[in-house]
């Protein structure tokens, strides 16, 4: 079965050069606590619900044949063991509260919808995103698309964690012109508490994309209480700088700093679920933190951008 797209994203400009398209697939290996894309975990289809437009109509609970849907004074609660995801409750609420997550597209249909956004994208330098989720997870659709893209002239970004084996990194990284890598914590510990996977992984393919000569850039989320201290900043600086530096005259490695927002929240609400159980501390880093941790980098000769 081929993945799942659960967002295209027209006229984006924090997502790789120019404006692009950005295509969002379904399913990813890690669980981030700050994760603003939830609702890109699951490799499935999933149904989700915005109470702030919900009527209290009863329409989809009368919909359900399955009884997987039920109107309390929290709203409308969904039991997942007894929904086989139809999609009769979401065609029969009349205000979009209830939505599905998840689309299969064909090849064609896909460009389709990617070649309406071509003189756009071209005037701007532009071209297609690759994100999730994580589209390394998806290894062979997203070399299909890749390769699909490049026959048609498009330049091709992927957004990605890294979090793959090399082998697929090196196939990936032979079908695109782009990476934008995510970078979240250097000690492998922390990372495994707030991630869920280990970063050695990432760490080697970061250096084998450097060796490479492939142009990347690195994304740092940044989070007060996570790995906005300085000492997780020197060791990223460290790192960093080690690796091979880019060809003269290359695109370089711009690190931008991504400033911590909670907008993760309203969407684990959406998918009737809990935005950091742990209750992990966590908050957006002040403007003198952010000022720090970009001095430092750029003590170590990097270059760096706050946000996108």
């Known amino acids: 079965m081929k993945p799942l797209i659960f967002d295209i994203k027209r006229y984006a400009i924090n ?3 120019g404006i692009r398209t950005t295509l969002f697939l379904k399913g990813c290996p890690l669980r981030c606590v700050w994760c603003h894309n939830p609702e890109g975990w699951s490799p499935c289809v999933q149904i989700l619900y915005k109470k702030t ?3 209290g109509c009863r329409s989809c609970v009368k919909a359900c044949q399955q009884h ?3 109107l309390t004074a929290e709203g409308i609660r969904h039991d997942v063991d007894h929904c086989v995801l139809c999609g009769s409750c979401v065609e029969a609420c009349p205000t979009t509260a209830l939505e599905m997550c998840g689309k299969q597209w064909t090849m064609a249909d896909l460009m389709e919808e990617i070649e309406k956004e071509r003189i756009i994208m071209e005037d ?8 999730g989720g994580e ?3 998806h290894a062979d659709y997203t070399l299909e698309l890749l390769q699909e893209l490049g026959r048609r002239g498009f330049h091709r970004t992927v957004d990605t964690t890294l979090y793959a084996s090399k082998d697929i990194v ?8 782009l990476f934008l890598v995510d970078l979240k914590l250097m000690d492998n510990v922390l990372h495994r508490r707030y991630t ?3 970063n050695e992984p990432i760490l080697e393919n970061i250096r084998m994309l450097a060796d490479m000569q492939k142009d990347f850039s690195i994304r740092i989320p940044l989070i007060e209480g996570i790995n906005a201290d300085a000492e997780n900043m020197e060791a990223t600086a460290c790192f960093l700088d080690s690796l091979t530096p880019p060809k003269a005259g290359g695109w ?5 700093l991504l400033p911590y927002h909670d907008v993760g929240k309203d969407k684990h609400r959406r998918m009737w679920g809990h935005y950091n159980p742990d209750n992990i501390l966590m908050s957006s880093p002040t403007d003198e933190r952010i000022a720090q941790c970009r001095q430092l980098l750029e003590a170590h000769g990097l270059q760096v951008v706050i946000g996108g």
Do not use: F, Y
Request: charged share 10%; proline share 8%; hydrophobic share 35%.
């Open 15 to 17: 997502d790789g050069p």
């Open 53 to 55: 437009k919900c009527i």
């Open 68 to 70: 997987a849907l039920q």
């Open 124 to 131: 701007s330098h532009g071209g297609v995103t690759l994100c």
């Open 135 to 137: 589209p390394l997870m």
């Open 170 to 177: 090196q196939w990936v990284a032979n079908q695109c012109e």
């Open 196 to 198: 869920g996977v280990s």
């Open 252 to 256: 370089g490695r711009p690190v931008h």
